[in-house]
C-alpha cells in the first residue's frame, strides 16, 4: 500500500518534471540551434538565475522567477542589439568581452534579489498585520455571537437536543468559582 | 369588578322569569347608593343594608330588592351561602312554573356581594309571602288552624303547586311550615310556598318533615329526593297546622324517627288529635311510610274531585320474634339495628363474625329477601380489604342490606348517594375533615350499599363513585380529589383560591374571572389543580389537550400549556377581549422566551407580544407560539451559529499558530508578489531598451 503511494507519487513527480523539463529542454534547443549567439549571451548572462534556481529551495521557485525575470531584463538590450544589429557569434563573444556588460546585466540581476528581498519583508509585514487584525474581527465576531446566542455558543456546555445547557451555566460558574 | 371581556352575544346565561321586561320601554335612571346599594341586573337593586331576617335560612340570608322598569317593585334577594351549592339549574325550570301560591322567582345568578367582598349566588323573588306559618326554630308546632281552611286556603293550592312542579319535574324539597307564608290571619287567605333553590335539597327543613330515611341522612346529604318525599312533607306540614296536640313534645330527631318506625309516621304526629273525613283520609294517604303506599299526584287529584279513594293497608315492618342484643340494647326491628349498628361497629362486628346476627335473621325476623341480602352482603364484605376502617365498612354495608333505604352510614357520614356530591362541597368548603369522603369514594362497599337501594338512576350514580375511585388513585393535575368535587356535584362553582372572589360555574365564568383577577393584581398562578379539574369535568375540549404540556417538567410548556388553554376557553366562548390577561400572559412569558436562542429573534417577538397583547386575543397569542418551525428554526439557525463560532475559534487558532509558528510567515506570499514585480519591472526595462533601440536605429 505505502508502495503503490511511493509509486504514485514519483509518477506525478515524474511527469510534472517530465513535462516542464521538455519544455525548457525543446527551448533550449531551439535557442541554441538557432539562435547561437542569443544562446552565448544567455548562458553568461543568466548565470545569476541558474545559481538563483540551485539555491530557492522552495517549490514554486518564485525568487528564482523573480530574479530570472530581472536577470532576463538585464540581457534584454544586448540581445536586443544582436537581433537588430549583427546576429553573429563574434559580436555577441564581444559583448561578453565588455565587463561593462557583465555588470549592467548581473546588476540588473541583483535588483532581482533586491525586488525580492524588498518585497517579501513588506508583503510579509502587511499580512502580519492583517493576520492581527483579523484575530481581532474574529474576537469581536465571537463576542457578537454569544451576545446574540448566549455563552452556550462556545459548544464548551453539554446541551440536550434543544440546545440547552443540560448544567445551568451560572452554577457552572459558582462551581468553578 | 375590573371590565369583563365582552361577549360576542350578548345573552344573559342565568334563570329569568322577567322576560317580559320591554326592551323598547325607556329605562329609568336609576340612583343606586354604592354604599347601601347593589345592582342585579341592570333592573334590580339589592338593598345590602336592609335585611329580611324573617326570610332567613340558616346560612341563606335575605335582603330587600327593588325591581325597576316593568319589574314588581318589591323583591326579595336571597343571598347563598359558597358552602351550599344552589339549585342553579333547577331555577330554569322553576321559572317556567306558573303558579300563584308559589314565590315567583324574577331572576338569579350571580352578584358581586360586599358583605362577602366576593361574588355570590343570588335568587330574586317576588315578595308577596307574608309570614311564615311558623317561625324556622319552632320546627315542630301545634297550630289547630281549622280543617276546612287548611283545605282550602292549605292543601289545595300546594297540591296545585305540587302538580305544576311535577309537570316541569321539580321537586320541592322544603315544605313545612317554616317555608309556607300566610297573611297572618289563620286560614284566612291561601297560603304561598316559598322558594326551595337558594340551598341543596331539604338541607335547611327539619327532619320531622322527612319521611324516616331522608331523616336519617345528614340534612347537606339527602340528595333531590322524589315527588313522594314532597308529598310527605306536605302530609306532615298538614298536620302540624290542623294538630291541637303533639305528642312527641320534647322528643329528639332520633326518638321521633325510631316511633316513626315503631308505630307509623301517621300515630307519631297525629296520636293525640281525632280527624274525620276528607283530612283524615288525606293526611293517611301523604303519611304512608312506604313510599309506594304514599298517596301520588293523581290520587291527590281524585281526593280533590271528591273521589273516595280505597285506604290502603301499609305493609307492616318485619318485626322479629325475640331481640338481638347489641351495647346492652335489645334490637326486634332490623330498621332500629341497621340505624344504630353502624355507632357501635366493634360490637357489631363480634355479633356479625360470630355468626349471630345470621341466626337472629334466620330464626327471629324470618324473612327470605332480608336473609338473601344479607347472605349475600357478608359474602361480600369477606372479600373487602382488612385495612383500618374495615369495621365501619362492613358494618355500613351490613346495615344497608337489613335496611336498603336507609342512607349509607360511615364513621361521621350518613348521605344517601345523590346527596354525597353536595356534601362532600359543603366539607371542602367548612374546610371539615375529608378522610370519610376519601375512604368512601376509594372503597368497594359503597358500591355494594348503592346496588342494594332503590336509588333512580342507579346506574348513573354507580358510574360516578366508580370514576371517583379511579381520580383518587391518580395525581395528574387534573385528577385527584378536586376533579371528584366537581364530577360529584356538577352544580359547585369552582373552589380555587385563586377564584376566591368569584363564583365560576363555567368555563366562560372562569376566563371571565380570572380577566377580573388579572385586572385587579398580579397573580402569580393562574392555573391550579382545581381550575384543571373544573374545566375538564365541565368540557375536557378545554384543557384535556393540553394536559401533557400543563404537566410538563418544562416551564415554558406549563406556560404555553396554559396559554392555549385559556385561548381555547375564549375560542370557545365566543368571548372578544382579554385584554388583563394578555397583559398577564405577555408579562409572564420569560420561560418561554428563554427557550429561544436568538437574542434578536427574542426581541421581536416580544414586540410582537406587545402588539398582539393590545387586541386582548389570545388566541393570537396561542397562535403565534404554535406557527409550525418557531422553535426548530431557532433551534436550527442556533446549531449554525455554532458552527460558525467554532470555525472562528479554529481559524483564531490557525492564525496564531502561523504567526507564533511560522518564522517565514508571509514569505511564500511575498514571494509571489516580488515574482510579478519583479515581471513588471523587467517587462517595463525590456520596452524602455526596445524604444531607445527604436529611436537610435
Known amino acids: 500500500m505505502a508502495r503503490k503511494k511511493k509509486r504514485k507519487n514519483k509518477n506525478k513527480k515524474t511527469k510534472k518534471i517530465g513535462f516542464k523539463g521538455f519544455f525548457i529542454g525543446l527551448f533550449v534547443v531551439l535557442i541554441m540551434v538557432v539562435f547561437t549567439p542569443t544562446t552565448a549571451i544567455l548562458l553568461v548572462g543568466m548565470l545569476p538565475t541558474f545559481v538563483a534556481y540551485l539555491v530557492d529551495n522552495s517549490l514554486e521557485k518564485n525568487k528564482t522567477f523573480t530574479i530570472g525575470a530581472m536577470n532576463f531584463a538585464g540581457c534584454f538590450p544586448y540581445l536586443l542589439g544582436l537581433w537588430t544589429g549583427e546576429n553573429t557569434l563574434p559580436v555577441s563573444l564581444n559583448y561578453l568581452e565588455n565587463p561593462q556588460t557583465i555588470i549592467i546585466i548581473y546588476s540588473v540581476a541583483a535588483m532581482g534579489y533586491l525586488i525580492n528581498y524588498i518585497v517579501t519583508i513588506g508583503v510579509s509585514s502587511v499580512l502580519v498585520t492583517k493576520s492581527k487584525m483579523r484575530i481581532e474581527r474574529i474576537d469581536k465576531e465571537k463576542q457578537a455571537l454569544k451576545d446574540r446566542w448566549g455563552e452556550k455558543v462556545n459548544g464548551k456546555h453539554d446541551l440536550d437536543e434543544y440546545g440547552f445547557p443540560i448544567q445551568n451555566i451560572e452554577e457552572e460558574v459558582l462551581d468553578a468559582s | ?697
Open chain 2, 1 to 697: 369588578m375590573a371590565n369583563a371581556p365582552i361577549k360576542k352575544d350578548s345573552e344573559s346565561d342565568s334563570a329569568t322569569a322577567s322576560d317580559a321586561v320591554d326592551s323598547d320601554a325607556p329605562e329609568t335612571k336609576l340612583e343606586i347608593k354604592p354604599e347601601q346599594d347593589v345592582m342585579f341586573d341592570k333592573n334590580i337593586t339589592i338593598h345590602f343594608d336592609k335585611p329580611l331576617s324573617q326570610y332567613d335560612k340558616n346560612k341563606v340570608k335575605a335582603f330587600r330588592a327593588t325591581g325597576h322598569n316593568k319589574l314588581a317593585k318589591d323583591l326579595i334577594a336571597y343571598i347563598c351561602d359558597k358552602s351550599l351549592t344552589p339549585r342553579g339549574i333547577t331555577s330554569i325550570k322553576y321559572a317556567k312554573v306558573k303558579q300563584q301560591s308559589l314565590v315567583k322567582l324574577i331572576k338569579s345568578g350571580k352578584v358581586f356581594w360586599p358583605h362577602a367582598d366576593g361574588e355570590r349566588f343570588c335568587f330574586v323573588y317576588e315578595n308577596t309571602l307574608g309570614k311564615p306559618v311558623t317561625d324556622i326554630k319552632n320546627s315542630a308546632p301545634t297550630l289547630g288552624w281549622k280543617p276546612e281552611d287548611v283545605i282550602v286556603n292549605v292543601a289545595n293550592p300546594l297540591i296545585k303547586v305540587l302538580t305544576n312542579m311535577r309537570n316541569m319535574d321539580i321537586v320541592h324539597g322544603e315544605i313545612w311550615p317554616g317555608n309556607i307564608y300566610y297573611n297572618g290571619s289563620a286560614g284566612a287567605d291561601k297560603v304561598t310556598l316559598g322558594e326551595c333553590l337558594s340551598a341543596p335539597t331539604s338541607y335547611n327543613m327539619p327532619a320531622l318533615y322527612e319521611s324516616v330515611e331522608r331523616a336519617l341522612a345528614d340534612p347537606i346529604a339527602r340528595g333531590t329526593g322524589t315527588v313522594a318525599d314532597d308529598l310527605y312533607s306536605l302530609g306532615v306540614s298538614l298536620a302540624v297546622i290542623l294538630r291541637k296536640n303533639d305528642p312527641m313534645q320534647g322528643k329528639s330527631n332520633a326518638e321521633i324517627i325510631e316511633h316513626k318506625i315503631e308505630k307509623g309516621s301517621y300515630t307519631t304526629l297525629l296520636s293525640k288529635d281525632r280527624l274525620s273525613g276528607s283530612t283524615l283520609e288525606l293526611l293517611r294517604g301523604l303519611l304512608y311510610d312506604d313510599p309506594e303506599q304514599r298517596w301520588t299526584l293523581e290520587d291527590l287529584e281524585s281526593w280533590m274531585d271528591g273521589r273516595r279513594l280505597s285506604p290502603k293497608q301499609s305493609p307492616k315492618r318485619v318485626k322479629a320474634s325475640r331481640p338481638l342484643v347489641l351495647n346492652d340494647v335489645k334490637y326486634i326491628r332490623p330498621e332500629l339495628l341497621a340505624k344504630d349498628m353502624t355507632d357501635n361497629t366493634d360490637e357489631m362486628m363480634r355479633v356479625i363474625e360470630s355468626g349471630d346476627l345470621n341466626l337472629w335473621i334466620e330464626r327471629a325476623v324470618e324473612d327470605k329477601t332480608v336473609k338473601i341480602r344479607v347472605e349475600q352482603m357478608l359474602e361480600e364484605i369477606g372479600s373487602y380489604d382488612r385495612t383500618e376502617g374495615y369495621n365501619e365498612r362492613a358494618c355500613a354495608a351490613v346495615a344497608t342490606a337489613l335496611y336498603p333505604e336507609i342512607p349509607i352510614h360511615y364513621s361521621a357520614l350518613k348521605f344517601n348517594p345523590a346527596g354525597f356530591g353536595r356534601a362532600l362541597t359543603y366539607a371542602y368548603t367548612t374546610k371539615a375533615n375529608l378522610q370519610d369522603y376519601i375512604d368512601v369514594m376509594r372503597s368497594m362497599f359503597v358500591l355494594s350499599c348503592i346496588r342494594l337501594q332503590k336509588t333512580t338512576s342507579i346506574g348513573n350514580i354507580l358510574a360516578k363513585f366508580d370514576a371517583c375511585k379511579n381520580y383518587l388513585n391518580q395525581t395528574t393535575l387534573h385528577y385527584g380529589l378536586e376533579r371528584c368535587l366537581y364530577y360529584m356535584n356538577p352544580e359547585s362553582p369552582c373552589l380555587s383560591p385563586i377564584l376566591e372572589k368569584y363564583y365560576v360555574q363555567s368555563p366562560e365564568e372562569l376566563l371571565i374571572a380570572l380577566e377580573g383577577v388579572c385586572a385587579s393584581g398580579s397573580p402569580k398562578v393562574l392555573l391550579d389543580r382545581h381550575i384543571a379539574s373544573f374545566l375538564s369535568v365541565k368540557d375536557r375540549r378545554n384543557i384535556d389537550p393540553y394536559i401533557g404540556d400543563l404537566t410538563s417538567s418544562d416551564r415554558y410548556k406549563r406556560r404555553l400549556g396554559l396559554i392555549r388553554t385559556l385561548a381555547t376557553i375564549q375560542k370557545r366562548s365566543n368571548l372578544e377581549q382579554c385584554p388583563a390577561l394578555a397583559e398577564w400572559i405577555s408579562n409572564n412569558l420569560e420561560d418561554v422566551y428563554d427557550r429561544f436562542h436568538d437574542a434578536k429573534k427574542k426581541d421581536s417577538i416580544q414586540r410582537q407580544i406587545k402588539k398582539i397583547k393590545k387586541t386582548g386575543d389570545l388566541t393570537k397569542i396561542a397562535l403565534y407560539f404554535d406557527a409550525p418551525n418557531l422553535f426548530q428554526s431557532d433551534t436550527g439557525y442556533f446549531y449554525q451559529a455554532m458552527q460558525e463560532y467554532t470555525r472562528l475559534k479554529e481559524e483564531k487558532e490557525k492564525i496564531i499558530d502561523r504567526l507564533e509558528n511560522k518564522k517565514n510567515y508571509g514569505q511564500k506570499s511575498g514571494q509571489q508578489v516580488a515574482s510579478v514585480v519583479a515581471m513588471v519591472v523587467a517587462f517595463g526595462i525590456m520596452i524602455v531598451s526596445a524604444y531607445v533601440v527604436m529611436i537610435k536605429g
